[in-house]
């Protein structure tokens, strides 16, 4: 499956943005999906997962509450959605898609080529 991540951009401290993760593939339905984020000189970090049904979610204990992961199977399309971003939040934000799921990236085998999302002070 190929990912197509969009909807990053420069938002001040406190606003929402809603990243968006495009797949292609038919079998896009089976995967669960997740987003991690990758801040300069930091490794990647695990966001927010979901099963392949999207019937159950995971999150990073820091991020429950202010992030919403959900999955569209007829639109081929993951989100994110961000609200009361922080400048700690400023990242290159992944899609990921496997067959398996987990919260760590060597779970993954499909990756989408990041977002930039920069929040403001």
């Known amino acids: 499956v190929q990912l197509q991540a969009s909807g990053g951009g420069l938002v001040q401290a406190g606003g929402s943005l809603r990243l968006s993760c495009a797949a292609s593939g038919r079998t896009y339905s089976n995967y669960a999906m997740a987003w991690f984020r990758q801040a300069p000189g930091k490794e990647r970090e695990f966001v927010a997962a979901?099963?392949?049904?999207?019937?159950?979610?995971y999150y990073a204990r820091s991020l429950k509450g202010r992030f919403t992961i959900s999955k569209d199977n007829a639109k081929n399309t993951a989100y994110l959605q961000m609200n009361s971003l922080k400048p700690e939040d400023t990242a290159v934000y992944y899609c990921?898609?496997?067959?398996?799921?987990?919260?760590?990236?060597?779970?993954?085998?499909?990756w989408g080529q990041g977002t930039q999302v920069t929040v403001s002070s």
């Open positions: 990921a898609a496997d067959w398996r799921g987990g919260s760590t990236p060597g779970e993954y085998d499909n």
């Open positions: 979901i099963s392949w049904s999207g019937s159950s979610t």
